[in-house]
């Protein structure tokens, strides 16, 4: 651990949304911030980006982050960048406004900080105009928000010092940023010329009346955009070439370049050099791996990030929220027998080392059908936002056998107590050949959300429940119901 003598210290000079942004990937990585803006609003807006980042970019980690480093807001550029380790200008994209800007920077900076521009358009030998100490000055351009998105394009100039540009990509990695060093220095650098394409691309598309503004960002959203955010451009075509990779892919869709198909018409020629520099590339980038492990790699990656996005049904998520919705079976029917909540299959990545399903997804299916029962008794959502929800008070498992990816599993349950404001339910987890793999006790507790303390639950929550409870009375306790930790089976 370090103390606050021995942090690094930022200074942000601009604190809009990327000088907040990156205000909080060092804050929550342990640095000092110093922040230099004359906006009078430029602390409630930083404080509402923490306040965000504070929620989120924890979340990104199984380990906590270093202890938050202390926010200072100062009156100058000179208080803000004297002794910091790292300067990160941030001002408005106008070059008269940044050469003024980084007059002031280098006439207070110490000689080994990182002097660093946000821009998303000029060049650092343009920022260096006029300076006397461009040695110092880099681009290096985040992408929105930058206390997320781990990229950052370091774009140095003949000028500009090798070694700060080494620091720099250390500093970097040290807040759990990813930097892309940019061979030439390049009006717009590389991922922003991505982006201008594509965006004049569909400026044509709605101006031609082909598309709207919804229907365009529906096809990155639900199509490649997804696959580009895990392999890229030519990881992606790597794949679509099958077996025979890059060369095959070129070959196959090469001639394509030479169609009407986009309004960016001045494309290179396809030359054998071009090819062969491609094809070598992409073998040095991804030929450790066959076509079929990329695909199941890519397949991994997409049901991870598909399942993250049906979490808040959203975009490609939403879809699969939908089509869930429409494939759930309706509610079993209430017989004097355990009932049927759920049946999935389990997915890759519920499984650890062992190569079966880690512990916590045994719970985490019991959770499954336990939200089924309470949907059943009419404890769903509506009754949730109506101020009363049933709370988890205790769990017991029993682990019996093990569950590897691909099982079919059925989630079952009998209601032991549904008396009063207590819900005593026991589940069992089997395979379809009735193999047992586990077993759960829970207690939950019916709340009143306004109080927070237990209460009865609504009559029509009440008459289904017990409705349950009477058809399982006379069924025997389950094998393990009340079972203490280290008792005999």
């Not at 940044?98 to 000029?122: Q, R």
């Not at 500009?160 to 807040?175: K, M």
């Not at 529906?218 to 992606?236: E, H, K, N, P, V």
């Amino acid at each position: 651990m370090t103390d606050s003598n021995s942090r690094k210290i930022a200074a942000i000079v601009g604190g809009g949304v990327i000088g907040g942004g990156w205000a909080a990937r060092f804050l929550l990585n342990g640095w000092d911030v110093r922040v230099a803006d004359p906006d009078p609003d430029a602390k409630r807006k930083i404080s509402e980006v923490l306040a965000n980042a504070r929620r989120s970019l924890p979340a990104l980690y199984d380990v906590a982050l270093p202890a938050e480093g202390e926010l200072s807001f100062v009156g100058s550029i000179a208080e803000a960048v004297s002794g910091a380790d790292w300067v990160q200008e941030s001002v408005p994209e106008r070059l008269s406004i940044k050469h003024k800007v980084f007059a002031e920077i280098l006439a207070a900076a110490g000689p080994d900080a990182v002097v660093a521009s946000s821009t998303s358009g000029f060049k650092p030998s343009e920022l260096q105009e006029g300076n006397e100490k461009p040695g110092q000055i880099m681009v290096c351009h985040p992408f929105n928000p930058v206390y997320l998105l781990p990229l950052i394009e370091v774009v140095p100039s003949p000028k500009t010092r090798p070694d700060l540009t080494q620091r720099a990509g250390d500093l970097l990695r040290s807040v759990g940023m990813k930097p892309l060093v940019v061979r030439k220095e390049i009006d717009a650098h590389i991922a922003d010329r991505f982006l201008e394409a594509v965006w004049r691309e569909g400026l044509w598309l709605i101006n031609d009346g082909i598309a709207n503004t919804q229907e365009i960002d529906d096809a990155i959203i639900y199509g490649f955009g997804l696959r580009w955010a895990q392999m890229g451009l030519f990881d992606t075509y790597r794949v679509a070439g099958g077996e025979a990779g890059m060369r095959h892919f070129i070959g196959q869709f090469g001639p394509a370049l030479a169609w009407p198909w986009t309004k960016l018409m001045d494309v290179p020629e396809l030359t054998d050099e071009l090819v062969e520099t491609i094809a070598t590339q992409s073998d040095e980038q991804s030929g450790h791996m066959s076509i079929r492990e990329m695909e199941r790699i890519r397949d991994d990656n997409l049901v991870g990030m598909m399942r993250a996005l049906k979490k808040n049904k959203w975009a490609a998520g939403a879809v699969i929220a939908q089509h869930q919705a429409a494939i759930t079976p309706d509610f079993p029917e209430i017989k004097p027998e355990p009932l049927l909540l759920a049946r999935r299959q389990i997915p890759q990545s519920w499984t650890d080392y062992n190569n079966h399903m880690n512990e916590t997804h045994y719970l985490e299916l019991f959770s499954v059908g336990g939200e089924v029962l309470l949907n059943m008794i009419g404890s769903d959502e509506a009754y949730v936002a109506s101020g009363k929800s049933y709370f988890t008070a205790e769990n017991h498992v029993i682990y019996v056998a093990e569950t590897k990816q691909g099982d079919m599993v059925n989630i079952k349950a009998q209601v032991i107590d549904g008396k009063g404001k207590k819900l005593r339910v026991f589940y069992w987890i089997e395979l379809d050949d009735g193999t047992l793999c586990a077993t759960g006790e829970q207690m939950q507790i019916h709340v009143d959300l306004k109080t927070r303390r237990a209460c009865d639950p609504e009559p029509e929550v009440r008459a289904k429940l017990n409705a349950i409870a009477e058809a399982h009375a006379n069924l025997p306790l389950p094998d393990g119901a009340g079972r203490g930790i280290g008792a005999k089976r």
